[in-house]
């Protein structure tokens, strides 16, 4: 009798995050979002950092426009029909991170300037 109120016991534990793992309405534009945040801040950073430790200073600037092709991720992302609600929140992650970045750059810049 105890083994099974046990066992009802770790199947209801095993479903409290069950949503986490099947299509929750939020979860994609959730993650989608930050990784689209991610994707602006981190990938370029890391990815000059990267051509750093492989190349001189003259050709890490060279080689550092090719970061638009990690631009392909997501846009096949937005090809298939699975990804699309995510990639879909990714690129607007992307965009408002990116008008956050120039908004308050141009702004330091501008007080800067004025000062």
């Known amino acids: 009798m105890e083994t099974q109120e046990q066992q009802a016991h770790e199947a209801a534990q095993d479903r409290h995050f069950e949503w986490w793992h099947h ?28 051509l750093r430790l492989l190349f001189d200073h003259e050709t890490s600037e060279q080689l550092f426009p090719f970061v638009v092709l990690a631009l392909a991720l997501p846009i096949a992302m937005l090809v298939k029909r699975k990804t699309r609600r995510f990639a879909q929140f990714m690129f607007v992650g992307m965009v408002v991170t990116a008008l956050v970045v120039g908004g308050v750059a141009s702004l330091v810049l501008y007080f800067m300037a004025d000062a």
Do not use: C
């Not at 929750?24 to 991610?38: N, S």
């Open 23 to 50: 299509s929750h309405p939020t979860f994609a534009g959730i993650t989608g979002f930050f990784a689209g945040m991610l994707f602006v801040t981190a990938l370029p950073g890391a990815f000059a950092g990267v």
